[in-house]
């Protein structure tokens, strides 16, 4: 056999194993065509944004180019969704999710209700790391960490997430005097508190508050009282940082341990046992997303910061993380833990009335087009809405474009307690 032939046999029969891997992923997209992207918080916040930011995009970086559909699932602070993903998704890589930054460092802390393991997930990325920041209305007393430590603030909360957590942390570390009001059901719903007087402030994620309550900053209707981080947002550089407060070694530890999982941001994950050349597309689709200048536009557009971090970056800090000595996660446990009076809020839903213009999702969300003109979404659950339809109980799929509804719940993009239809 000619040279030149033996050579030309042997580089066809040694195709490099990853363009067989991504033949074999591109046919397995081709056939299964859609991925769910489940996001474990309600429609319309920081997370829910995120996620369909990239939801628009990532898909045609997937070999196979499959579509991306966003599925919400709210509950727990986000362990919901976790538990759905690790125990009950398919580990085939047509489904993967999005959680609150504190998920995966719960079940590390040995908290109750994880039925995961943070280090088995297979992370894909995360689009921004994040600064929590703590905030005052502008009528209350107090303006400063100092009156904090002084006067009691009360904050809502919606589970066990920044809303509760971080209020919790600053009263047994810091001797912060936060009463939490618990039982909103998400960082949305507490801010609208805020703004009806019902609850006096909120610790939430920075880049949300300030794109969504734009105008708190804009028109001064705040007081920013403290940020928790691993530095300074370049936005916030006058607000003092928790971790520089602390005023011993061991305390400064306990926060530097506590604000790693602002680095994880806004992670996505698939559940254990997905193929890894599956795994392996996804993390790089989701690098090429964040390049592709249609998403940028889009990101700048919507004011989404981006401080990206890498699949393979998170799995090795979340691994490392996941090895912490004991003592010290013991020790954060007890100071995430909320010690003064459980207190929850009872929450009255506001009505609005309009015809269906919308159906999403077959019916586990309608957009109504109210009498003045605007559009409200309201989410529908199959458990916790009560539907009824002519006066009788009803069922998702017998809603229909038309139909006059009257519906409950605490704002737009917000989950309903009760649609009505005639």
Not at 168 to 181: D, E, P, Q, S, T
Request: proline share 6%; with cysteine.
């Amino acid at each position: 056999m000619k040279p030149r032939i033996l050579l030309a046999l042997c580089g066809a029969l040694a195709l490099p194993a990853t363009a067989l891997a991504q033949d074999a992923v591109a046919d397995f997209y081709k056939k299964n065509n859609t991925v769910r992207l489940i996001v474990a918080s309600e429609a319309g916040g920081g997370y829910d944004a995120y996620s369909r930011l990239l939801a628009r995009h990532m898909g045609k970086h997937i070999p196979g180019n499959p579509n991306i559909v966003v599925q919400n699932m709210p509950g727990a602070g986000g362990i919901v969704a976790a538990n759905f993903v690790y125990n009950a998704a398919p580990k085939d890589g047509t489904v993967f999710g999005q959680v609150q930054r504190a998920v995966p460092f719960i079940q590390i802390l040995g908290d109750p209700g994880p039925q995961y393991e943070t280090a088995k997930f297979n992370w894909l990325g995360s689009l921004a790391s994040e600064v929590t920041l703590c905030v005052s209305w502008h009528t209350s007393p107090v303006k400063t960490f100092a009156d904090l430590r002084k006067t009691e603030l009360i904050v809502g909360g919606s589970g066990p997430n920044d809303t509760e957590q971080v209020p919790a942390i600053l009263n047994n570390i810091l001797g912060a005097k936060y009463k939490i009001i618990s039982g909103y059901p998400s960082s949305t719903a507490v801010t609208l508190a805020v703004e009806r007087g019902e609850v006096n402030g909120i610790c939430s994620s920075y880049s949300s508050l300030s794109t969504r309550n734009a105008n708190w900053f804009k028109d001064k209707k705040i007081n920013l009282l403290v940020q928790a981080s691993t530095q300074r947002h370049p936005d916030l550089k006058d607000v003092p940082l928790a971790l520089e407060l602390a005023t011993n070694p061991d305390d400064k530890a306990l926060l530097e341990f506590n604000d790693a999982r602002l680095a994880v941001g806004r992670p996505f994950m698939a559940p254990p046992g997905v193929p890894a050349e599956r795994v392996k597309a996804l993390r790089a689709a989701f690098m090429a997303t964040v390049k592709d200048k249609d998403f940028l536009a889009d990101a700048a557009r919507e004011k989404r910061a981006l401080d990206v971090v890498s699949g393979e970056d998170m799995q090795a800090l979340l691994e490392r993380v996941a090895k912490t000595p004991k003592a010290l996660i013991e020790r954060l446990a007890d100071a995430q833990k909320y010690k003064g009076p459980t207190v929850v809020a009872k929450i009255e839903s506001p009505k609005f009335e309009g015809a269906i213009s919308e159906i999403q999702n077959e019916g586990r969300a309608i957009v109504l087009k109210l009498k003045d003109g605007k559009d409200f979404t309201a989410k529908i659950s199959g458990s916790r809405t009560k539907l009824q339809i002519a006066g009788q109980k009803g069922d998702r799929g017998a809603l229909k474009v038309g139909q006059a509804c009257v519906v409950e719940s605490p704002a737009n993009g917000e989950e309903a307690t009760l649609v009505d239809c005639k």
